[in-house]
T-cell receptor, first 116, second 113 residues
Framework: NAGVTQTPKFRILKIGQSMTLQCAQD?????MYWYRQDPGMGLKLIYY???????DKGEVPNGYNVSRSTTEDFPLRLELAAPSQTSVYFC???????????????FGPGTRLTVL | AQSVTQPDIHITVSEGASLELRCNYS??????LFWYVQSPGQGLQLLLK??????LVQGIKGFEAEFKRSQSSFNLRKPSVHWSDAAEYFC???????????FGTGTRLTVIP
């Protein structure tokens, strides 16, 4: 299993540009997450999904959009890039059965985004 | 409100010395607790987790952590640190039925020869 994969690894954007960060997992996990990590800070949740077709906002959703058309993929869209979105972005996935038992999240290697 | 506090931003230890990284949490429900490690330029790797049962949990790479409900703490320990343990360590808390983890701000560990 590849686990959680993210592309690209690095990207530089100009202010106002848009881009999509890709995330895929091959573990058949139902939950997927997007976090951002700013220097000296912990991870903050941007969006999450509990299954295909279902997404919801996390702690810091402004400026981002997501979709979940398949179990495997969970892309994150930046429509109008701003310097405040300079960060490292991590995708994660986990499996939570219907009974609500919590399981650990598995993380991808991250995408380092700079907006100039 | 949920929160996780890691009071030590940066710790330096000598190789072979013991290590304890502190983590305090605030969570209304029964917490699920995690320690993750992040090496430079890498993603997060799970070291260990506590869901229930024995409050002393063993993890990978010789790490252990102890859940103390009365102190709302989940400190990470290792009896003898190796140079390869130099990394950033994150404590996180979640709960049954919750949809995300809350992370501390991390503790950077430096290991000196």
């Amino acid at each position: 299993n590849a686990g959680v994969t993210q592309t690209p690894k690095f990207r530089i954007l100009k202010i106002g540009q848009s881009m999509t960060l890709q995330c895929a997992q091959d573990m058949n996990h139902n939950y997927m997450y997007w976090y951002r990590q700013d220097p000296g800070m912990g991870l903050k949740l941007i969006y999450y999904s509990v299954g295909a077709g279902i997404t919801d906002k996390g702690e810091v959703p402004n400026g981002y959009n997501v979709s979940r058309s398949t179990t495997e993929d969970f892309p994150l869209r930046l429509e109008l890039a701003a310097p405040s979105q300079t960060s490292v972005y991590f995708c994660a996935s986990s499996y939570s059965p219907a009974s609500g038992v919590y399981n650990e999240q598995f993380f991808g290697p991250g995408t380092r985004l700079t907006v100039l | 409100a949920q929160s996780v506090t890691q009071p030590d931003i940066h710790i330096t230890v000598s190789e072979g010395a013991s290590l304890e990284l502190r983590c305090n949490y605030s969570y209304g429900a029964t917490p699920y607790l995690f320690w993750y490690v992040q090496s430079p330029g890498q993603g997060l790797q799970l070291l260990l987790k506590y869901f229930s049962g024995d409050t002393l949990v063993q993890g990978i790479k010789g790490f252990e952590a102890e859940f103390k409900r009365s102190q709302s703490s989940f400190n990470l320990r290792k009896p003898s640190v190796h140079w390869s343990d130099a990394a950033e360590y994150f404590c996180a808390v979640g709960a049954a039925g919750a949809n995300n983890l809350f992370f501390g701000t991390g503790t950077r560990l430096t290991v000196i020869p």
